[in-house]
Nanobody, 124 residues
């Protein structure tokens, strides 16, 4: 099994920054096997791809809406992945999920394992 636990969400003012973390664990989790990604889901909306990172950090995909403001990283020694989010706007308000897959993809259906999500709320 693979367990993913997100942390770091909360309330932030527009223009502010938040750093999310995802801790991966489990008997079958192998950091060199799994790609890790962030998705988000706003109320009433579908799950949206944010960013994904290959096992060694060498391959990174980001959605156009966040590319200039967010950065994704991972530490395989700690089995963690982070998402640094800067210049936040109310449109970034969503439940942010960590996900793991053996394929590097922007499609949520290809991710086998999901965390419970951490809420990020951007408002004044």
């Amino acid at each position: 099994q693979v367990q993913l636990v997100e942390s770091g969400g909360g309330w932030v003012r527009p223009g502010g920054s938040v750093r999310l973390s995802c801790a991966a664990s489990g008997r079958t989790f192998n950091s060199t096997t799994y790609y890790l990604a962030w998705f988000r889901q706003a109320p009433g909306m579908g799950r949206e791809f944010v960013a994904a990172i290959g096992w060694n950090g060498g391959r990174i995909y980001q959605s156009d809406s966040v590319k200039a403001r967010f950065s994704i990283s991972r530490d395989n020694a700690k089995n963690t992945m982070d998402l640094q989010m800067n210049s936040l706007s109310p449109e970034d308000t969503a439940l942010y999920y960590c996900a793991a897959s053996t394929s590097l993809s922007m499609r949520p259906l290809l991710y086998d394992h999901w965390g419970q999500g951490t809420q990020v709320t951007v408002s004044s």
